[in-house]
């Protein structure tokens, strides 16, 4: 894979990450996954100026928590590419379902197909946080492994994205900014916890947006991915941009 386009399906990655961030699944719950993690009430956080303590309880635990599911999903990016490796032969046939599976998670995420087992949400659950700091690195872990409808399908797209890439550290480069994409925000808006409520309540009138835009671009990334014309598209932002 050539370094530009290896830029553009970091960039995706990322991008999928942040989508990942405001869907329905994660962004409502972001206050209680913070109060959760770091064992400081709803009020302390939203205070007009937090203590110090608060800040710092925010921070230490939301980079544990952040990490957790990092090294998780890291670590699967790169499983997948290595067993992919296994069957050469069959890597074609494989890109192509690939493809087509994540033009059908593309087509799910924007409302057009509602396939019932999709709906289903499995996950695995703490019902009570591990003390600590290790604690935080571990409900991280935890998070990573569950699945939700809304989530999974984008996690799933860049998972068959990484195992079309070439290499290990390719595919876990890839999970790493989708990581970054989902974290970010999370921590930012953890920070700025304030600012996050002001514009949920905006943001919360726009998810189906939100959901079409993700349809969309999970669908344009599953024809590439089906096409393998990652190449040809790099080949054209190159041509936009170069002066």
């Known amino acids: 894979m050539e370094s530009g386009q290896t830029a553009v399906t970091v960039a995706a990655a990322f991008f999928a990450g942040f989508l990942s961030f405001l869907s329905p699944c994660v962004l409502p719950l972001l206050p209680s996954y913070l109060s959760y993690i770091t064992g400081?009430?709803?009020?302390?956080?939203?205070?007009e100026f937090p203590q110090r303590r608060v800040r710092m309880l925010t921070l230490t635990h939301s980079i544990l928590f952040i990490a957790g599911f990092t090294a998780?999903?890291?670590?699967?990016?790169?499983?997948?590419?290595?067993?992919?490796?296994?069957?050469?032969?069959?890597?074609?046939?494989?890109?192509k379902i690939g493809g087509a599976a994540v033009v059908f998670f593309g087509l799910f995420i924007a409302g057009i197909v509602n396939p019932g087992?999709?709906?289903?949400?499995?996950?695995?659950?703490?019902?009570?946080?591990?003390?600590?700091?290790?604690g935080s690195l571990l409900v991280g872990a935890v998070?990573?492994?569950?699945w939700t409808p809304c989530v999974g399908p984008i996690l799933a797209s860049i998972l068959v994205l990484s195992s079309a890439s070439d290499g290990a550290g390719?595919?876990?480069?890839l999970l790493l900014a989708y990581s970054l994409g989902l974290g970010l925000p999370f921590l930012i808006s953890g920070l700025l916890i304030n600012n996050?409520?002001?514009?949920?309540?905006?943001?919360?009138?726009?998810?189906?947006?939100?959901?079409?835009?993700?349809?969309?671009?999970?669908?344009?990334i599953g024809i590439m991915i089906f096409t393998n014309s990652f190449g040809r598209f790099t080949g054209l932002l190159e041509g936009l941009f170069s002066p």
Not at 40 to 47: D, G
Not at 143 to 146: D, E, H, I, T, Y
Not at 201 to 210: D, G, L, T
């Open 72 to 95: 998780v999903f890291v670590l699967l990016g790169m499983s997948l590419n290595f067993l992919g490796g296994f069957l050469p032969q069959n890597k074609v046939l494989i890109r």
């Open 40 to 47: 400081v009430t709803f009020s302390e956080l939203t205070q």
């Open 117 to 134: 087992f999709m709906q289903k949400e499995k996950k695995v659950e703490l019902r009570s946080k591990p003390a600590g700091y290790a």
């Open 196 to 220: 996050f409520l002001s514009y949920f309540k905006v943001i919360k009138r726009h998810f189906k947006v939100v959901s079409v835009i993700s349809g969309i671009f999970l669908i344009a």
């Open 170 to 173: 390719r595919g876990g480069l």
């Open 143 to 146: 998070f990573a492994v569950g």
